[in-house]
C-alpha cells in the first residue's frame, strides 16, 4: 500500500524548472487574443492531455491538503474545472461564486473595476459560515482583480480565505498584490 507521504512525492509546490517546462510545452499561446497585443495562455491543451491534467489537478489538491480548508470555492468559469475535483479529492464541499444572475439563492455579490469597465462577481448569502477555512482556485492570475473581489467576498460573509491557488500565474502583471498577505498564494506555473 502506498502510503501518504509516497503518494505526494513530486506534487509539492513550488514545482522545479522541469515540470514546470513540462506543463508549459502542454499549454498553448494564442496572440491577440482576446485584443491586440495580448498573448492568451489557452489551458484547453493542457486540459485534453490526461497525464498532464491529472498531475495538475493532484498538485493543485496535495497543496489544498496542507492548508486545512473546509471547503473549496472556485471562480466562474474555468475556475470550476478545477475547484470541485480538488473539493472531491480531499472529501470536502464546493462553493460556486459565479457572474451575475446565475444563482437562484439568496447572494452577496461585490463589484470590482476591471481595465475595461467593472464587474460583479456573487455567492450564495450561506455558502460559508464564519470562520469557514476556504481555499479558492481559478485556472490564472492575472491583474487580481476578479479573485481579489472573491476573496474579499468571502471574506465579507465571515470565511477566513487560507488560500487563492491558480494553474497560471502571469508575474508580470502584478495580481498577488491585490489579494493581500493573510492567504497562501500559489500557482503551479509561472510567466515573467
Not at 497543496?63 to 480548508?69: F, N, S, V
Not at 456573487?122 to 477555512?133: F, K, L, T
Not at 474579499?152 to 502584478?174: D, H, P, S
Request: net charge negative; with cysteine; proline share 5%.
Amino acid at each position: 500500500m502506498t502510503s501518504q507521504t509516497e503518494k505526494s512525492a513530486g506534487l509539492t509546490l513550488p514545482l522545479d524548472d522541469k515540470k514546470q517546462d513540462w506543463l508549459k510545452c502542454k499549454i498553448r499561446d494564442i496572440p491577440d487574443f482576446p485584443k491586440p497585443g495580448i498573448i492568451f495562455k489557452d489551458l484547453t491543451t493542457l486540459f485534453a492531455d490526461a497525464e498532464s491534467f491529472k498531475f495538475v489537478l493532484d498538485s493543485m489538491a496535495e497543496h489544498c491538503r496542507e492548508l486545512k480548508p473546509d471547503v473549496i470555492a472556485g471562480i466562474e468559469a474555468r475556475g470550476f474545472i478545477f475547484a470541485p475535483t480538488i473539493a472531491y479529492q480531499l472529501g470536502l464541499g464546493f462553493v460556486p461564486m459565479r457572474k451575475p444572475g446565475k444563482l437562484p439563492y439568496k447572494v452577496e455579490s461585490l463589484q470590482y473595476d476591471l481595465e475595461y469597465g467593472t464587474d460583479r462577481i456573487e455567492i450564495h448569502s450561506d455558502a460559508v459560515g464564519h470562520g469557514h477555512r476556504v481555499v479558492l482556485i481559478d485556472d490564472l492570475l492575472a491583474t487580481g482583480g476578479t479573485a481579489g473581489a472573491a476573496r474579499q467576498l468571502l471574506t465579507n460573509l465571515g470565511a477566513k480565505v487560507v488560500g487563492v491557488g491558480f494553474v497560471v500565474e502571469l508575474a508580470f502583471l502584478k495580481g498577488r498584490a491585490r489579494l493581500g498577505d493573510s492567504s497562501d498564494v500559489f500557482s503551479l506555473l509561472t510567466y515573467g
